[in-house]
């Protein structure tokens, strides 16, 4: 079994900075993925951006220059620091870890964490 627990959402202002943060524990794979998703009422849940165990990143279009993921191996720890905040940044922020064991993937979510951006 998997763990996520996520912190750093809240309210920020347009233009503001926030950091969300992601600790996994539990059973992981040296390999693994991961990122993080938000789902705005009303939408789809969306990939924001993610980051391999090798330091591989990946980014959606729309936060591309304003967001920058990172990890801690060694604490099984993701990061997402949000800058430039838009209101449409508001959603519910959720932590995702892909394990990979034997060419097994399994998908692990977190409870998810709030931001909201004011004008």
């Known amino acids: 079994q998997v763990q996520l627990v996520e912190s750093g959402g809240g309210l920020v202002q347009a233009g503001g900075s926030l950091r969300l943060s992601c600790a996994a524990s539990?059973?992981?794979?040296?390999?693994?993925?991961m990122g993080w998703y938000r789902q705005a009422p009303g939408k789809q849940r969306e990939l924001v951006a993610g980051?391999?165990?090798?330091?591989?990143?990946n980014y959606a279009d729309s936060v591309k220059g304003r967001f920058t993921i990172a990890r801690d191996n060694a604490k099984n720890t993701v990061y997402l620091q949000m800058n430039s905040r838009k209101h449409e940044d508001t959603a519910l922020y959720y932590c995702?870890?892909?394990?990979?064991?034997?060419?097994?993937?399994?998908?692990?979510w977190g409870q998810g964490t709030q931001v909201t951006v004011s004008s």
């Open positions: 539990g059973s992981i794979s040296s390999n693994n993925y």
């Open positions: 980051i391999t165990s090798g330091g591989s990143t």
């Open positions: 995702n870890l892909v394990t990979l064991w034997s060419a097994i993937s399994q998908n692990w």
